[in-house]
T-cell receptor, first 112, second 114 residues
Framework: DTEVTQTPKHLVMGMTNKKSLKCEQH?????MYWYKQKAKKPPELMFV???????INESVPSRFSPECPNSSLLNLHLHALQPEDSALYLC???????????FGPGTRLTVL | DQQVKQNSPSLSVQEGRISILNCDYT??????FLWYKKYPAEGPTFLIS?????DKNEDGRFTVFLNKSAKHLSLHIVPSQPGDSAVYFC?????????????FGKGTLLTVNP
């Protein structure tokens, strides 16, 4: 089983809202990732967690706040976003020191 | 500076024929390469990978070839099927960098016509 699940599938929010994206995997992977993908562009890495600790932050604005409550779950808390933050947000996971990352279906975020 | 380049934004192939998707890279420290397939509004799906110590890896209809001296890899799909129509991303890992960071190309849209 190589399934990564993400909720919600779609999210529309205003610039003053606070919302959260959720990601879950049950493959025993200890590395989890958040990516942002704009139309016709490759995925851009935002954050990496390994062993539930933040190991990479790709200079992401503080209006995006990641959280890893346990080895299976990854959240992305959103606050005071801008319309240009509208994108497909992808979660991925991998075994540590193995390079194949498995992606979830993504959350399509629209910021009004 | 784009370290992973997919110079063909799109490719159209007839069903049953071979699809060849190309990827060039500039970073000689890349040592592991992956191909992902992506349908619209879905996450990328892992297809096949290759380590830099190999020059070929095959999995069913998919074969990846790596030419290290030319810094070039290609994905062959034989025979192509309409369900293969998707965007294909090439990705690479830098052996000198973080184990977790992949560098992606911009993708090639493959259309397989019935």
């Amino acid at each position: 089983d190589t399934e990564v699940t993400q909720t919600p599938k779609h999210l529309v929010m205003g610039m003053t809202n606070k919302k959260s994206l959720k990601c879950e995997q049950h493959m025993g992977h200890r590395a989890m990732y958040w990516y942002k993908q704009k139309a016709k562009k490759p995925p851009e890495l935002m954050f990496v967690y390994s062993y539930e600790k933040l190991s990479i932050n790709e200079s992401v604005p503080s209006r995006f706040s990641p959280e890893c409550p346990n080895s299976s779950l990854l959240n992305l808390h959103l606050h005071a976003l801008q319309p240009e933050d509208s994108a497909l947000y992808l979660c991925a996971s991998s075994q540590l020191d193995v390079d194949t990352q498995y992606f979830g279906p993504g959350t399509r975020l629209t910021v009004l | 500076d784009q370290q992973v380049k997919q110079n063909s934004p799109s490719l159209s192939v007839q069903e049953g024929r071979i699809s060849i998707l190309n990827c060039d890279y500039t970073n000689s420290m890349f040592d592991y390469f992956l191909w992902y397939k992506k349908y619209p509004a879905e996450g990328p799906t892992f297809l096949i990978s290759i380590s830099s110590i190999k020059d070929k890896n095959e999995d069913g209809r998919f074969t990846v070839f790596l030419n290290k001296s030319a810094k070039h890899l290609s994905l062959h799909i034989v025979p192509s099927q309409p369900g293969d129509s998707a965007v294909y991303f090439c990705a690479a890992r830098d052996s000198g960098g973080s184990n977790y960071k992949l560098t992606f190309g911009k993708g090639t849209l493959l259309t397989v016509n019935p």
